[in-house]
């Protein structure tokens, strides 16, 4: 079993900044690919930004310039550092990774955090 545990969300002004942070644990061989992701009442799920193995990221283009995505390997960590916060920024955020389990035999997967609010008041 692969868990995902969110941290860092909250409430915070317009051109605020918050970071989050997200700890993978389980019987993993390996992480490839990481992401962000948020969904605001109402509207699907979508990719905020991504990073994968090899520290190759790529950002949604509503947050380019504001948002940046890291990765501590030894540590199985996920980070979100969110400046210069607006209104529509306003969501709930989920951690995803997908990777390898221990056991070879179970082949991939591909888990989700239970998501953490970020709310920006105008």
């Known amino acids: 079993q692969v868990q995902l545990v969110e941290s860092g969300g909250g409430l915070v002004q317009a051109g605020g900044s918050l970071r989050l942070s997200c700890a993978v644990s389980?019987?993993?061989?390996?992480?490839?690919?990481m992401g962000w992701y948020r969904q605001a009442p109402g509207k699907q799920r979508g990719l905020v930004a991504g990073?994968?193995?090899?520290?190759?990221?790529n950002y949604s283009d509503s947050v380019k310039g504001r948002f940046t995505i890291s990765r501590d390997n030894t540590k199985k960590t996920m980070f979100l550092q969110m400046n210069r916060l607006q209104p529509e920024d306003t969501a709930v955020y989920y951690c995803?990774?997908?990777?390898?389990?221990?056991?070879?035999?179970?082949?991939?997967?591909?888990?989700w955090g239970q998501g953490t609010q970020v709310t920006v008041s105008s």
């Open positions: 995803n990774a997908q990777g390898l389990y221990s056991d070879l035999f179970r082949g991939p997967f591909n888990s």
């Open positions: 990073v994968t193995s090899g520290d190759v990221t």
């Open positions: 389980g019987s993993i061989r390996r992480i490839n690919a």
